[in-house]
């Protein structure tokens, strides 16, 4: 089917609506029929649902031996891409890591750039960000192109120009805080987050008007009800199905740790139109060390749905109380409907970092299911169904001056910001996991004299020190069952995307981009790209023709967790195998791959 | 014994006369002022000496102002046997002296205020070299003569990435005898091409070697472990002075700009910031 005639009509049924609603209704509305198109890729995780799915099925299971690429881009920088290119019609948007280069590319002439832009910023942005200068793309809505940039500056541009429409900041470098996230559009709404938990960022989550880039609302992860935008008789806790009460963030907190308390909001951010619902997780609590903050230091580590036109939460559920290992909770939530107990529920599920898959519904909270997703994971046994919280295995808690080792999996989670996909096929989601377990010793913050001192020191390999280090499974998060695995030597840190067609689409750490049959898990096809992937895969067509896009560029992630001389040269320890770095696998880059069949 | 007595009689023989013996000591106590007794090295520029050059002694001064105090030094070698932790230990929790002017935020050995400053660790190399540091993962260290501070977070992001063993330790925090400055003047003689240090410990002297330059090292998980370089900093005292705390907690929120331009006149380079150097405090 051509895109070209789907469009002229929806145009005009759009034209009519306007003259009846207002602009941003208007917006809203064409952006989310838009999302609907398989044709298109107008959303950072494709739609609202960010179930990653495309109906387009040129490319099978049984063709996809011939993907070969058909075009590809670089995008002049060599930081990591962990984003997605939009396509919106007959152009592909793309945002590079910092310096955040934007780029609209024309379909019809494949890598003739239409515009470009590189934001003015603060240069002192990558010093503060934590882990890499990363980008996870512009969003498209109301006829503009909103980027990010790393130093917290949001831009709206002109879609077809290019040119600056408005510009806000949303974040502070100065106060160590940075953006790395693909915003989200919502109705008349810009949906942005920040980075940064890593020292004293107070976390919260922006809503920006889509006309003028006035802040509208800001609701914060911890603190007074206030500032959290929480209802104390309204907001539900999920876990008890009781509301929130009042203060429960503050009751959780040590004196005014909270106001260091991260919960930064990096992550992907899901939308419900029917129930009129935001979701979006938090991330870590801001002092690595727990023993630094006693209680369960609300609201880190936890999703949160919201009133976008209010900001007001609505209810808030805490994957891991009291964080000892890094596992933020800024996860992507799928949105889908899973059958449970015959059935049929609207359902958010959750790879969380620390490895386990929650299922919940999504107008209320309610936990329904929470698996591992890798059977290694041992810093818990498993999740309480009656309280929502883990049940955690004393000896994986990491405590002040003690080395704990062995835990699994390592602060990089069974699963870090690499968003899964879902098969409407089989009910399954595809995933891309970590398979890596770390040894972790917390200090206090310490001064020699003239010179501060804090640090977690965290060893990771691959589970048992083995040759395993990702897992590309297909996996029942209602079951808990995994149907099938690809294994991979170091971490799979790419997004996902799953196709009518029966493929799943992801790529490795070192640079392997791949087709997986959806029924088997057997590799059908891959092809070595320039570097590592972490980005996520998207599919569109032009002129009738699927092809299927990629970034490629790991960033400066040489030595991702596996370095090989860790403490060998210093203590001594027998080497069990030879660790290979990743370095001796790829490098640095920053290449656009799009791929079709002759 | 015998001005009670006095008193006594004085207030038998009249009200007004009480009064006026009790007015005049009333209005004594707030206009006197108190010290501020502040535990300080007598020999360890750019932060503190006894000629009240470094940047602790102009913050000490600046707040014991504000809070309508004169300042006392209690003097004390904070490198010395035993380390800062002795330091503490003999003069803060001792109560020789009641408040350390720069420890970092949230430490649980002493009771610190809120933070009037961030900083953090940096690289400084020769600008005409043209390195690309952005950070302990940058390629082009790795062909480096890397020198660093020992027992710092630098240290350790070595030791994760395998570079330690042929990095140069420095004990600057640790030896009374050496300046920071020296470190600057090891990366222009050439002993070693980069030194990665706290930058509070040598911005003073930058202005010195303008061949120099800096650059911030990223607080990163990139390899899993959290590594920090960049903290909050702030004034200590003792863990049950929280009377002491409240007050120069007042004076930090009321006066966070005044704090941090006499940092920067002091060539502190706060988080964020460039590496526009001010020599106006005259080191």
């Not at chain 1, 997703?373 to 309280?387: E, L, Q, R």
Request: net charge negative; charged share 20%.
């Amino acid at each position: 089917m051509s895109s070209q005639s789907l469009r002229p009509r929806l145009c005009m049924l759009a034209t009519a609506l306007a003259l009846t609603l207002s602009c941003a209704v208007f917006a809203d509305e064409q952006l989310e029929q838009l999302s609907h198109d398989p044709n298109q890729w107008v959303m950072p995780a494709g739609s609202y649902t960010a179930q990653r799915y495309s109906a387009l099925d040129q490319i099978t299971a049984d063709n996809v031996k011939n993907l070969h690429v058909a075009w590809t881009m670089s995008t002049g920088s060599l930081r990591g891409h962990e984003g997605q290119p939009l396509v919106v019609g007959d152009t592909l948007y793309v945002e590079s890591s910092y310096p955040n280069h934007v780029y609209a590319v024309s379909l019809k002439d494949p890598g003739r750039i239409l515009w470009s832009f590189t934001p003015e910023q603060n240069k002192f942005a990558p010093s503060v960000a934590c882990c890499d200068v990363v980008n996870r793309g512009v969003a498209y809505g109301d006829g503009m192109i909103f980027a990010n940039a790393l130093d917290g500056t949001l831009n709206a541009l002109d879609a077809k120009t290019g040119k600056v429409v408005w510009s806000v900041k949303n974040t502070d470098p100065m106060l160590g805080q940075t953006q790395t996230a693909a915003p989200l559009i919502i109705k008349d709404k810009v949906i942005t987050g920040v980075s940064g938990a890593e020292y004293g960022v107070h976390g919260y989550i922006t809503a920006n008007d889509i006309k003028t880039g006035k802040q509208l609302w800001r609701a914060y992860s911890t603190g007074p009800d206030d500032q959290l935008m929480f209802n104390p008789d309204k907001t539900i806790d999920g876990a008890t199905g009781k509301p929130v009460g009042k203060d429960s963030s503050l009751k959780s907190w040590q004196g005014d740790q909270w106001k260091l308390g991260g919960g930064t909001t990096w992550g992907w951010y899901t939308y419900d139109p029917k129930l009129n619902l935001l979701y979006y997780g938090t991330g870590n609590p801001g002092t690595w060390n727990p023993t630094q903050r006693p209680g369960d230091n609300k609201y880190s580590m936890s999703v949160i749905a919201r009133d976008p036109d209010t900001g007001v939460a609505k209810w808030v559920f805490q994957m891991t109380p009291h964080d000892g290992w890094d596992y933020d909770g800024v996860n992507e939530n799928i949105l889908t409907d899973t059958k449970i107990d015959g059935r049929t529920i609207p359902t958010l599920t959750h790879f969380d970092r620390n490895g386990f898959a929650y299922v919940w519904d999504r107008s209320s909270g309610k936990l329904l299911a929470a698996h591992k997703f890798d059977p290694i994971v041992n810093w818990a046994s498993g999740i309480d169904m009656k309280t929502g919280r883990p049940v955690v295995n004393p000896a994986m808690m990491t405590k002040e001056g003690l080395n704990v080792k062995g835990i699994c999996p390592s602060s990089q989670g069974s699963k870090d910001e690499q968003p899964a996909a879902y098969d409407p096929a089989s009910g399954l989601f595809i995933v891309s996991t970590n398979h890596v377990c770390m040894d972790y010793q917390a200090f206090d913050v310490k001064y020699k004299a003239g010179f501060p001192f804090v640090g977690a020191l965290v060893n990771m390999y691959p589970y048992n020190h083995g040759n395993v280090g990702g897992r590309f499974i297909a996996f029942d998060p209602v079951t808990g069952n995994t149907k099938w695995a690809v294994n991979d030597r170091f971490q799979d840190w790419s997004g996902v995307l799953t196709t009518k067609g029966g493929v799943a689409f992801y790529g490795t750490l070192t640079g392997w981009f791949r087709a997986v049959d959806l029924k088997t898990g057997k590799v059908l096809w891959q092809f070595k790209c320039p570097s590592g992937i972490i980005g996520n895969p998207m599919t569109y067509t032009h002129d009738g023709k699927q092809y299927v896009a990629v970034l490629s560029g790991v960033g400066g992630w040489a030595a991702i967790g596996l370095s090989n001389n860790l403490n060998k040269a210093t203590d001594g320890l027998g080497a069990v195998g030879a660790t290979a770095s990743l370095g001796d696998y790829t490098n640095l880059g920053g290449v656009l791959m799009v791929f079709a069949l002759d | 014994m015998k001005y009670t007595t006095a008193a006594v009689l004085l207030c038998v023989t009249g009200v007004l006369v009480c009064t006026a013996a009790v007015l005049p000591a009333a209005h004594a106590a707030p206009s006197a002022g108190g010290t501020l007794k502040v535990c300080s090295d007598p020999d360890y520029l750019p932060y503190s000496n006894r000629a009240g050059k470094g940047f602790e002694n102009d913050i000490a001064q600046y707040v014991a102002g504000k809070l309508g105090d004169t300042v006392d030094y209690v003097w004390a070698d904070s490198r010395g046997h035993g380390g800062f932790d002795e330091f503490l230990a003999r003069n803060l929790d001792s109560g020789r002296c009641d408040v350390v002017m720069n420890m970092p935020y949230g430490g649980q050995e002493e009771l610190t205020t809120d933070s009037y400053y961030v900083s953090s660790y940096v690289f400084v190399s020769k600008k005409a070299k043209g390195y690309d540091l952005s950070s302990l993962s940058s390629p082009d260290l790795r062909k480096l003569k890397i020198g660093f501070e020992s027992d710092t977070p630098v240290e350790e992001g070595l030791q994760l990435r395998g570079m330690v063993t042929t990095a140069k330790p420095y004990d600057v925090g640790g030896d009374s005898g050496t300046s920071p400055r020296s470190v600057l003047e090891d990366v222009e003689n050439g002993t070693i091409d980069v030194m990665i240090t706290w930058q509070p410990a040598i911005g003073a002297y930058l202005k010195d070697f303008p061949d120099l330059t800096t650059a911030t090292l990223p607080n990163t998980r990139a390899t899993g472990s959290p590594e920090m370089y960049s903290f909050p900093m702030s004034m200590a005292v003792r863990k049950d002075d929280l009377a002491l705390k409240t007050r120069l907690d007042a004076v930090i929120k009321a006066n966070g700009p005044q704090l941090q331009a006499i940092l920067r006149k002091h060539g502190v380079q706060m988080a964020g910031e460039g590496t526009t150097i001010d020599d106006s405090a005259g080191l």
